[in-house]
């Protein structure tokens, strides 16, 4: 069952996280930030920083995938991003198809006049709505970490 309140939404990569935020009543995601360090100590303070700041109800990962579904290596870097997320701060954590995030949120910011090394500080974050917005819309089908489908309302 999706419950109402503030979500986090998170486009996972190895250097940088984009980090959305969102309500669940209104159903419409906002970029945040990008976490732009790939040490983990630091990621993980500043996300505890952000949940304590917003309070979420609920985090939200894309989980990328080839084009045609099937997994590939960030495919399980970032099912164990979720997993760590679950693990340390104990909120529900789902994961969410995020096939061509990327390059809507590229279209969508060169549309907005950012090109090339101009798009990069915003496009992790831009992904990262994508997903959340993806996830209220009920696009596609949320998994939990541990892979069940989680029920639709």
């Known amino acids: 069952m999706i419950m109402n309140g503030t979500y986090l939404g998170f486009d996972f990569g190895e250097v940088r996280i984009g980090v959305a935020v969102g309500e669940r009543l209104v159903a419409l995601a906002h970029p945040l930030e990008t976490l732009a360090t790939p040490n983990n100590d630091e990621r993980f303070a500043r996300i505890a920083t952000l949940l304590h700041d917003w309070q979420p109800e609920g985090l939200v990962?894309?989980?990328?995938?080839?084009?045609?579904?099937?997994?590939?290596?960030?495919?399980?870097?970032?099912?164990?991003?979720?997993?760590?997320?679950?693990?340390?701060?104990?909120?529900?954590?789902?994961?969410?198809?995020?096939?061509?995030?990327?390059?809507?949120?590229?279209?969508?910011?060169?549309?907005?006049?950012?090109?090339?090394?101009?798009?990069?500080?915003?496009?992790?974050q831009i992904a990262a709505q994508l997903i959340l917005q993806t996830y209220f819309d009920g696009g596609g089908e949320a998994l939990d970490v541990k892979g069940g489908s989680e029920e639709r309302e």
Do not use: C, I
């Open 61 to 124: 990962v894309g989980l990328p995938t080839h084009a045609d579904g099937t997994p590939h290596e960030m495919t399980r870097l970032a099912r164990r991003f979720a997993q760590r997320l679950h693990g340390r701060f104990g909120l529900p954590v789902f994961l969410v198809d995020e096939r061509h995030t990327s390059l809507v949120a590229e279209e969508m910011l060169r549309e907005a006049g950012l090109r090339g090394r101009r798009q990069k500080p915003a496009l992790d």
